[in-house]
Protein backbone atom coordinates (compact mmCIF):
# COMPACT_ATOMS: atom_id res chain seq x y z
CA UNK A 1 0.00 0.00 0.00
CA UNK A 2 2.80 2.55 1.14
CA UNK A 3 4.48 2.16 -2.64
CA UNK A 4 1.25 3.12 -4.32
CA UNK A 5 0.66 6.33 -1.97
CA UNK A 6 4.36 7.56 -1.69
CA UNK A 7 4.17 9.95 -4.80
CA UNK A 8 0.68 11.29 -3.45
CA UNK A 9 2.76 12.25 -0.31
CA UNK A 10 5.85 13.62 -1.76
CA UNK A 11 3.36 16.00 -3.78
CA UNK A 12 1.37 16.91 -0.68
CA UNK A 13 4.97 18.07 0.72
CA UNK A 14 5.62 21.48 -0.98
CA UNK A 15 9.10 21.09 -0.44
CA UNK A 16 9.93 17.70 -0.92
CA UNK A 17 7.86 18.32 -4.67
CA UNK A 18 10.34 21.72 -5.19
CA UNK A 19 13.39 19.23 -4.55
CA UNK A 20 12.20 16.51 -6.75
CA UNK A 21 11.81 18.91 -9.86
CA UNK A 22 14.72 21.06 -9.16
CA UNK A 23 17.15 18.25 -9.07
CA UNK A 24 17.05 17.23 -13.11
CA UNK A 25 18.45 21.17 -13.14
CA UNK A 26 21.69 20.14 -11.67
CA UNK A 27 22.67 18.31 -14.51
CA UNK A 28 21.82 20.58 -16.82
CA UNK A 29 24.51 23.29 -19.15
CA UNK A 30 22.99 26.34 -17.52
CA UNK A 31 24.34 29.21 -15.88
CA UNK A 32 22.50 29.96 -12.68
CA UNK A 33 23.85 33.61 -10.79
CA UNK A 34 22.30 33.66 -7.20
CA UNK A 35 21.20 36.34 -4.84
CA UNK A 36 21.53 39.61 -7.16
CA UNK A 37 20.56 42.41 -4.66
CA UNK A 38 17.42 44.58 -6.24
CA UNK A 39 16.26 46.37 -3.15
CA UNK A 40 16.66 47.12 0.17
CA UNK A 41 15.05 44.22 2.13
CA UNK A 42 17.12 40.71 2.58
CA UNK A 43 13.75 39.45 0.70
CA UNK A 44 14.97 41.62 -2.57
CA UNK A 45 17.14 39.33 -4.71
CA UNK A 46 16.86 37.61 -7.57
CA UNK A 47 18.40 34.65 -9.74
CA UNK A 48 19.41 35.16 -13.56
CA UNK A 49 19.44 31.73 -15.10
CA UNK A 50 20.67 31.75 -19.13
CA UNK A 51 22.06 29.26 -21.35
CA UNK A 52 26.55 28.63 -21.03
CA UNK A 53 26.21 28.91 -24.92
CA UNK A 54 26.65 32.46 -26.35
CA UNK A 55 23.68 33.38 -28.63
CA UNK A 56 24.30 35.10 -31.95
CA UNK A 57 21.72 37.53 -30.93
CA UNK A 58 20.28 39.50 -28.19
CA UNK A 59 17.97 37.08 -25.50
CA UNK A 60 14.56 37.76 -24.81
CA UNK A 61 14.10 37.92 -21.01
CA UNK A 62 11.35 36.38 -19.63
CA UNK A 63 10.79 37.69 -15.66
CA UNK A 64 9.16 34.97 -13.93
CA UNK A 65 7.39 35.54 -10.78
CA UNK A 66 6.66 32.80 -8.36
CA UNK A 67 3.75 32.06 -6.18
CA UNK A 68 3.52 30.94 -2.69
CA UNK A 69 -0.12 31.94 -1.49
CA UNK A 70 2.14 35.49 -0.90
CA UNK A 71 3.78 33.23 2.75
CA UNK A 72 6.21 30.81 1.73
CA UNK A 73 8.98 30.25 -1.12
CA UNK A 74 11.83 31.63 -2.52
CA UNK A 75 13.02 32.17 -5.76
CA UNK A 76 15.41 29.37 -5.54
CA UNK A 77 12.18 26.73 -5.27
CA UNK A 78 11.46 27.72 -8.98
CA UNK A 79 15.06 27.11 -10.50
CA UNK A 80 13.19 24.38 -12.61
CA UNK A 81 11.40 27.00 -14.37
CA UNK A 82 14.46 29.11 -14.98
CA UNK A 83 16.11 25.49 -16.49
CA UNK A 84 13.65 25.44 -18.86
CA UNK A 85 13.72 28.21 -20.28
CA UNK A 86 17.45 28.73 -20.49
CA UNK A 87 17.51 26.12 -22.52
CA UNK A 88 14.92 27.23 -24.79
CA UNK A 89 17.74 30.29 -25.29
CA UNK A 90 16.36 32.60 -22.86
CA UNK A 91 17.50 35.23 -20.03
CA UNK A 92 15.26 34.12 -17.22
CA UNK A 93 14.83 36.67 -13.77
CA UNK A 94 13.08 34.79 -11.07
CA UNK A 95 12.88 37.38 -8.07
CA UNK A 96 11.91 36.61 -4.56
CA UNK A 97 10.10 39.50 -3.06
CA UNK A 98 8.36 39.98 0.94
CA UNK A 99 5.48 37.88 1.97
CA UNK A 100 3.02 38.13 4.76
CA UNK A 101 3.05 39.92 7.74
CA UNK A 102 5.59 41.89 6.82
CA UNK A 103 3.99 44.12 3.83
CA UNK A 104 0.66 43.84 2.27
CA UNK A 105 -1.10 45.65 -0.58
CA UNK A 106 -1.17 47.88 -2.14
CA UNK A 107 2.91 47.97 -1.29
CA UNK A 108 3.12 44.64 -1.82
CA UNK A 109 3.31 45.84 -6.06
CA UNK A 110 6.27 47.70 -5.40
CA UNK A 111 8.58 44.56 -5.05
CA UNK A 112 7.51 43.71 -8.44
CA UNK A 113 8.44 46.95 -10.21
CA UNK A 114 11.55 47.27 -7.82
CA UNK A 115 12.70 43.80 -9.63
CA UNK A 116 12.19 44.44 -13.29
CA UNK A 117 14.40 47.30 -13.27
CA UNK A 118 16.55 45.65 -11.22
CA UNK A 119 16.58 42.94 -13.98
CA UNK A 120 17.36 45.63 -16.28
CA UNK A 121 20.31 46.53 -14.83
CA UNK A 122 21.70 43.09 -15.79
CA UNK A 123 20.48 43.05 -19.49
CA UNK A 124 23.74 44.15 -21.38
CA UNK A 125 26.14 41.92 -19.00
CA UNK A 126 23.85 38.88 -20.18
CA UNK A 127 23.72 39.99 -24.19
CA UNK A 128 20.15 40.38 -24.04
CA UNK A 129 17.35 42.59 -25.15
CA UNK A 130 16.31 45.22 -23.02
CA UNK A 131 13.19 45.96 -25.17
CA UNK A 132 11.57 42.40 -25.17
CA UNK A 133 10.66 41.69 -21.58
CA UNK A 134 8.38 38.91 -21.17
CA UNK A 135 6.29 39.03 -17.42
CA UNK A 136 5.28 35.23 -16.27
CA UNK A 137 2.92 35.19 -13.17
CA UNK A 138 2.22 31.93 -11.16
CA UNK A 139 -0.13 31.77 -8.36
CA UNK A 140 0.50 34.05 -5.76
CA UNK A 141 2.69 35.81 -8.11
CA UNK A 142 0.13 37.05 -10.79
CA UNK A 143 -1.84 39.51 -9.11
CA UNK A 144 1.76 41.50 -7.45
CA UNK A 145 3.29 40.97 -10.91
CA UNK A 146 0.52 43.09 -12.79
CA UNK A 147 1.81 45.60 -12.98
CA UNK A 148 4.80 47.16 -15.69
CA UNK A 149 5.20 51.06 -14.17
CA UNK A 150 8.67 51.78 -12.44
CA UNK A 151 8.98 51.24 -8.91
CA UNK A 152 9.16 54.92 -8.21
CA UNK A 153 6.04 55.18 -9.54
CA UNK A 154 4.43 53.84 -6.36
Excluded at 14 to 34: D, K, M, Y
Excluded at 82 to 87: C, Q, V
Aim: aromatic share 10%; net charge negative.
Amino acid sequence: MLPAIFPLILVACSSAAFTLANLPTHFEEITVVRDRVYGPNSSHLLDLCTSVQKPSQPREVIVFFSGGRWTEGTQNDYRFVGATLADRGYLVVIPDYRKNPDIHFPTVVKDPARAADGAQNHLTEWHSEPLRIHVVRHSAGAPIGWSDAPADAY
